[in-house]
């Protein structure tokens, strides 16, 4: 089954338990190297111009050294829940506290694998779904993929501050905003090891993967890599 037919299957709202073989594959966009994504693993259904995204929830750490960016993974979702939670829709283990619960460490080879080209694990070079502002990235179509907008800065409000707030460290929301006066947060997670560095004050392009949380918007970025403002700054309106 293609990625996009699995998702569609997800209920407007609560989950639903896959019972029968549903096998399909996608290419790993987030990556917790860097600490900003926790225990999730985001992949879309191909390396360029993807159709959907998903997030599966898994219940181990350091899932980058198996499945690093662009990883060509292959997911069975028997015995998983598919179901929309807070605003996204994911995939995960039956769990009685959880609507959808992540995969115990020791049964997450049951349900996902990596697909060998070659004798090893293919990874392929993403290409970011370039969007023209901010606005367009907050459509659920977007979700769990990897976009990149250009022209953004963090705000003026911003300037000076650090990704993550400090002393002590907490998850923490920075605004961007573009050319046309779009904004939406990047949210950095109080375990990144990105943290404590500064805020650049140029502009440019970013990259991000989408995420909401409920009916906010929240992006997160891999690593600094992902942030490219080295150009002057535009007067914010």
């Not at 959880?98 to 080879?109: E, K, N, Q, T, V």
Request: charged share 20%; aromatic share 10%.
């Amino acid at each position: 089954i293609s990625l996009a037919d699995f998702k569609a299957k997800a209920p407007a709202s609560g989950y639903v338990l896959i019972t029968n073989d549903q096998i399909f594959d996608g290419y790993v966009v987030s990556s917790d190297e860097n600490g900003n994504f926790y225990k999730t693993i985001s992949f879309q259904d191909k390396p360029s111009n993807p159709t959907v995204g998903l997030q599966i929830e898994v219940d181990r750490a350091s899932n980058y050294a198996d499945f690093p960016v662009g990883a060509h993974i292959r997911i069975n979702a028997k015995g998983l829940r598919l179901g929309t939670d807070r605003g996204t829709v994911k995939l995960g283990s039956v769990d009685p506290n959880y609507a959808i619960g992540r995969i115990p460490g020791a049964l997450f080879s049951k349900y996902i694998s990596g697909v060998c080209k070659d004798g090893k694990l293919e990874i392929a070079t993403l290409t970011p779904t370039e969007l023209p502002n901010l606005d367009e990235a907050r459509k659920d179509k977007y979700i769990n993929t990897l976009v990149r907008v250009k022209n953004v800065q963090f705000a003026d409000f911003e300037q000076g501050k650090t990704y993550v707030q400090q002393n002590p460290a907490v998850d923490t929301e920075r605004s961007i905003v573009d050319a046309n006066g779009f904004t939406t947060v990047i949210r950095n997670s109080a375990f990144a090891t990105f943290g404590s560095s500064v805020l650049p004050n140029g502009n440019g392009a970013i990259t991000f993967v989408v995420s909401r949380y409920n009916i906010n918007w929240q992006m997160y970025i891999r690593n600094l890599n992902d942030i490219q403002f080295t150009g002057p700054r535009f007067q914010e309106c």
